[in-house]
């Protein structure tokens, strides 16, 4: 199975800053690499997928990029409804495989 | 609107057996591909497996930790999605996601997800 190793695993920020989570891949994948944002007690919620592209009515702040091993999400300008838990996965092969996840807090 | 409702989750024994069914609506659900994913109490996602559509026979896969014990099955008449488990451990404690796959590219990805049910093996 190809492993998928997230970082950070948690992140302080405050409303307006910049945040970026890694991804990467034990293999490559393409640009197979989706990205969910979960809020607790709630199911995950698609933001991204193929890597870049935003999910329709997904903020624009929202952004992620990279394809083979090496993935990015960028939040450009935190929002209080940001602090969650986000999660990638690849789906380039079975089995799909999610990263560790990164829990965003408020600073 | 989309709509993935989970039932079935609860109480079992280690070695026993629990079926989930999941009720979707809001979408064409012969055509999609349908996933379990699990998430165990405050820990990451987990992918247990899929069935593929009518189109792909109906074929399904597996994550290692759950092959031979799980069963997905669905019932396009029902608009329903099952999960059969059997032979159950400890370690499928989990809150358990229905989720739907479309396809993009030539991969197929989870977009909507239910809010999931609890199924908890203790003795």
């Known amino acids: 199975a190809i492993r998928i190793t997230q970082s950070p695993s948690s992140l302080s920020a405050s409303t307006g800053d910049r945040v970026t989570i890694t991804c990467r891949a034990s293999?490559?994948?393409?640009?197979?690499l989706a990205w969910y944002q979960q809020k607790p007690g709630k199911a995950p919620k698609l933001l991204i997928y193929?890597?870049?592209t935003l999910q329709s009515g997904v903020p624009s702040r929202f952004s992620g990029s990279g394809s083979g091993t090496d993935f990015t999400l960028t939040i450009s300008c935190l929002q209080s409804e940001d602090f969650a838990t986000y999660y990638c996965?690849?789906?380039?092969?079975?089995?799909?495989?999610f990263g560790g996840g990164t829990k965003v807090e408020i600073k | 609107e989309v709509q993935l409702v989970e039932s079935g989750g609860g109480l079992v024994q280690p070695g026993g057996s629990l079926r989930l069914s999941c009720a979707a609506s809001?979408?064409?659900?012969?055509?999609?591909?349908m996933d379990w994913v699990r998430q165990a109490p405050g820990k990451g996602l987990e992918w247990v497996g899929r069935?593929?559509?009518?189109?792909?026979?109906?074929?399904?896969e597996y994550a290692a930790s759950v092959k031979g014990r799980f069963t997905i099955s669905r019932d396009d008449s029902k608009n329903s999605l099952y999960l059969q488990m059997n032979s159950l451990k400890t370690e499928d404690t989990a809150v358990y996601y229905c989720a739907r796959a479309i396809k993009y590219s030539s991969g197929w990805l989870t977009d909507y997800w239910g809010q999931g049910t609890l199924v908890t093996v203790s003795s």
């Open positions: 809001g979408f064409t659900f012969s055509d999609h591909y």
């Open positions: 996965q690849q789906y380039y092969s079975y089995p799909p495989t």
């Open positions: 293999q490559g994948i393409s640009s197979y």
């Open positions: 069935t593929r559509n009518k189109a792909n026979s109906y074929t399904t």
């Open positions: 193929a890597a870049s």
